[in-house]
Structure formats: structure tokens, C-alpha cells
């Protein structure tokens, strides 16, 4: 076979890559600026016609449309020209390349999301650094919708969505997440940035838990902070600074703290903060609505978290689906509680609830709960002995007509 190599004719963009670079859902435009056209690293595995095997120079990762910015790093679509298949790539944010603090954390995150093996955790293929000496590593291209973005279309009233996300289905997420969690927790992981634009939600159902950039072995001591950009896109409104990660004396996405985070109390966060905020997100994909949605200042935020019970059972009913389901609010209620040894002690716990509530077979905390648990026993027994429940319902309904006649002719 006839070895040739050529570093010309494969080095440039492919035109098919950069054709679906507009489409990329998630997509926020073009390669711009912020991104650099490739990285420094070549391909090693040669290209093989019918004739020759040719030997190429090019770029192995071909960037392309920027896909979302956060506190510490910016994630682009990318090619890999090796494998073959579109991949994700985050940087470190160029405003703190230069921040010891951030490349530290930034490989705290590599290290941290490349110990975790877990379906339901994004995986991270390779690292490297740029031909501006810029920081990366390549994960797995999750392709679908996050979660922020299939709330907002429920919120909005969109009937395929609320078709596609019933209740039981949301719940079924949920668990997803808590399975991720469970693992990280396992392995002595906290992720501390729970929200609703870390978690995606993939064209086949996978549910991802993403962005792992403020995670940390609960034991290990904290980073100094990093740089003082917080707000990646310059932009000051409340709902920047209440849906942005924060890396800083205050760890995490304000909205969505538990109350010892919000209060800035870094080594008392633990698993359980961690299943606060997911219930904070749980809730909001139930209700459609954030319960901090009336706050006009960040200094609001944090003092109504830290300080103010979360009333869930008082939520208002969205108009676009029906009742949220009454043993949800009261699995909502305990793990908002602010005192962590009332909430779950673990995600095993909370997932255990939540299957309970799937299964029927959750405790009676309310005359709802306990109707609905009547109904679903009688349905059971339904199941397992048709005959004998149909005869005991005969029974007794020969017995209410019984006593309704003896009660009409001793009033005659």
C-alpha cells in the first residue's frame, strides 16, 4: 500500500461541520473571538483510501459554534477529526487564564469529572492545551434539550411538551439526576451548582448531569477564590446574578443555594445541600415556577433562603396542567427544610421516595394522600383477586342499600 503525506488537502475546516455549526441546538452563534479556530493538537491516526494510506498533519479538534459560557469556562461544539464525531469543548475563560485560583479549580473539574464513571455523568475524553496556551478538555456531546429550556416550554403552555413531560415522567428525571448524585456522593463528591441549566436531557431520554466546575471532595479544603469576573457576559440584571455560578466567597447559583450556602458557610456543605438544590430545581419543574420569582434583590434572595421556609404546599396551580400530585409537595416539603438533619441524609432515601410515590405506595400525610392510597389498594387487590374484591364491593353495597331502607321506614 502506498503511504503518502499530505498535510494539505485534510487540513482544512470540512465543509459539512461548518454547514451545522448555525443548526447545533444549544447553538449561541458562530465560532467567535472567544473561541480559537482549532487547538494545537494533530491528528495521529492516518486516513486510508482504496490505494494509500495518507499521513495528515491536521488539527485533530476543528472548533465551532459556541455553546454556552459560565463562571469559570466557555463550551464549544467541536470535530474531532481522529474519532470522527462532534464533541464538546470547555476552556478555561480567557479573562481568568492568567488566575492561578481558576486553573486550579479549572483541573480540580478535570480531575474531579474524570474520576466519575457513571451513565448519568458527562464523561471527559482528552485534554490538552491551545496554540494560545489556553487550558481545555474534550467531553462527550450530549445532544437534546436542558432541563431550563424544557421548563420554559411547559411554563409556556406548549402542548407536545406537557404530552411528552407528565408528572410521572418528570419524576422519572429526577430520579435520573438522583442517581448521579448518589454515585458522586459515594465517591465522596459534592457537586454544588444543581440547577436546571446543568442537567441535559438527551434525544433518547439519557438524562446528563453537566458542568461540574465548584464540585469538590467534601474533605478537601477550599480553593482561594478566583478572579473577580462573575458575571462572564458583563450583564448586572438580578436574573445574572441570581442564574449565574458563583465561584467566589458564595459557591454556587444563588437561586438555587441551599440556606448554608446562601449563608456562605463553604465547609458545612455537604450531600445534603446538594439534595436541597435539587429539590429547589425539583420544584420548579413541577410548579413551572421558581419560589423565589417575586425577589428584587440578590440581597433578598439569600436572606429569604436562608432565613424563610419554603411553603410549597401553598404553590399556585399552573394553567397549563392540572394539580401538581400530593405526595410530590409533601417529598417537596421535607427536603426543603432549612435544618439539614430534617431533609434526606442521602440521595438512596430521597430516590426511595420518590419510587413510592411512583408506585402508590406512599405514606398518608394528608386526606389527599390517604384517598389516593385507598383507591390505588382497592385497585391492587382489583389486580391480584378480581372476584373477591368484585364480591366484597357487592357486599357492601348490598349492605349500604340495607341500611338505607331500614332508615327510611323507621322515619315513615
Known amino acids: 500500500m502506498t503511504i503518502i503525506e499530505d ?47 495518507l499521513l495528515t498533519d491536521r488539527v485533530r479538534y476543528e472548533m465551532g459554534a459556541q455553546l454556552g459560557e459560565g463562571g469559570m469556562g466557555e463550551v464549544a461544539l467541536a470535530f474531532d477529526h481522529d474519532i470522527g464525531r462532534s464533541v464538546a469543548v470547555k476552556l478555561l475563560r480567557k479573562d481568568l487564564a492568567g488566575d492561578s485560583s481558576s486553573l486550579a479549580r479549572f483541573v480540580d473539574e478535570i480531575k474531579t469529572v474524570g474520576s466519575l464513571e457513571h451513565p448519568n455523568i458527562v464523561p471527559i475524553h ?10 481545555f478538555f ?7 434539550d436542558t432541563l431550563e429550556a424544557i421548563i420554559e416550554r411547559l411554563a409556556a ?6 404530552a411528552q413531560y407528565t408528572f410521572t415522567r418528570r419524576v422519572e428525571l429526577m430520579i435520573a439526576l ?38 469538590k471532595p467534601v474533605d478537601a479544603p477550599e480553593r482561594p477564590a478566583p478572579g473577580p469576573a462573575e458575571s462572564p457576559t458583563g450583564n448586572d440584571s438580578l436574573r445574572a446574578r441570581m442564574f449565574t455560578t458563583r465561584s467566589g466567597a458564595l459557591v454556587g447559583t444563588p437561586a438555587y443555594m441551599s440556606p448554608e450556602q446562601a449563608r456562605g458557610e463553604n465547609l458545612s456543605i455537604d450531600q445534603r445541600s446538594d439534595l436541597y438544590s435539587a429539590c429547589v430545581l425539583f420544584n420548579e419543574l413541577l410548579s413551572l415556577q421558581h419560589y423565589l420569582h417575586g425577589q428584587t434583590t440578590l440581597e433578598g434572595v439569600l436572606t429569604t433562603i436562608s432565613t424563610k421556609d419554603v411553603d410549597v404546599l401553598a404553590a399556585p396551580t399552573h394553567p397549563a396542567q392540572g394539580i401538581v400530585p400530593a405526595e410530590l409537595l409533601h ?53 391480584r383477586n378480581p372476584g373477591l374484591v368484585l364480591a366484597a364491593i357487592g357486599l357492601s353495597l348490598v349492605a349500604i342499600v340495607t341500611v338505607t331502607v331500614v332508615a327510611v321506614r323507621s322515619l315513615v
Open 157 to 162: 403552555g406548549d402542548p407536545q411538551t406537557h
Open 138 to 144: 474534550v467531553m462527550k456531546r450530549v445532544e437534546g
Open 331 to 383: 417529598i417537596l416539603r421535607r427536603g426543603l427544610q432549612r435544618d439539614p438533619a430534617q431533609r434526606y441524609q442521602n440521595a438512596g432515601e430521597f430516590i426511595h421516595r420518590l419510587a413510592m410515590a411512583l408506585d402508590g405506595t406512599f405514606p398518608v400525610q394528608c386526606p389527599v394522600t390517604f384517598t389516593k392510597r385507598a383507591m390505588r389498594g382497592v385497585a391492587r387487590r382489583l389486580d
Open 178 to 215: 438522583l442517581r448521579a448524585l448518589e454515585y458522586a456522593h459515594a465517591q465522596g463528591v459534592v457537586h454544588r451548582d444543581i440547577k436546571p441549566a446543568n442537567v441535559m436531557i438527551g434525544k433518547y431520554g439519557e438524562v446528563v448531569l453537566m458542568d461540574w466546575g465548584v464540585a
Open 126 to 135: 482528552d485534554v490538552g492545551v491551545d496554540e494560545r496556551g489556553r487550558y
Open 7 to 53: 498535510a494539505a488537502t485534510l487540513a482544512a475546516p470540512s465543509a459539512a461541520f461548518e454547514a451545522t455549526l448555525a443548526a447545533a441546538p444549544g447553538s449561541m452563534g458562530s465560532p467567535t473571538q472567544a473561541l480559537t479556530r482549532s487547538t494545537a493538537r494533530t491528528t495521529v491516526l492516518p486516513t486510508f483510501t482504496a490505494s494509500a494510506m
